[in-house]
Nanobody, 125 residues
Framework: QVQLVESGGGSVQAGGALRLSCAAS????????MGWFRQAPGKEREGVAA????????FYADSVKGRFTISRDNAKNTLYLQMNSLKPEDTSMYYC??????????????????WGQGTQVTVSS
């Protein structure tokens, strides 16, 4: 099991930017996905972005495409989510996930085995 610790959340105004980090302790299989998900109160957890560890292919939900960028620093075993042009509807708890199986672009919660505790992002208008 991989331990995942998110950081970087906070409160920003609409149009602002934040960079989330997810530090992983333990081995990450190259033949797997890592992803970012978010969950607002009363809503389902939804996939935001994912990356295939072996090939660095990236995938995004339509709602964040062009604004968010997922990346990974293998040397630091850390996953990032750069969020630009933030909107109030981006307000959510953001979760990092590891050991995703299957097609990373599916962005399905059920694909992933390990989860972090989450970091809150609040965007005000």
């Amino acid at each position: 099991q991989v331990q995942l610790v998110e950081s970087g959340g906070g409160s920003v105004q609409a149009g602002g930017a934040l960079r989330l980090s997810c530090a992983a302790s333990g081995y990450i299989d190259r033949n797997s996905c890592m992803g970012w998900f978010r969950q607002a109160p009363g809503k389902e957890r939804e996939g935001v972005a994912a990356i295939y560890i072996g090939g660095r292919n990236t995938f995004y939900a339509d709602s964040v495409k062009g604004r968010f960028t997922i990346s990974r620093d293998n040397a630091k075993n850390t996953l990032y989510l750069q969020m630009n042009s933030l909107k109030p509807e981006d307000t959510s708890m953001y979760y990092c996930a590891a050991y995703g199986a299957g097609y990373c672009g599916s962005l399905r919660r059920s694909q992933y085995k390990d989860w972090g505790q989450g970091t809150q992002v609040t965007v005000s208008s």
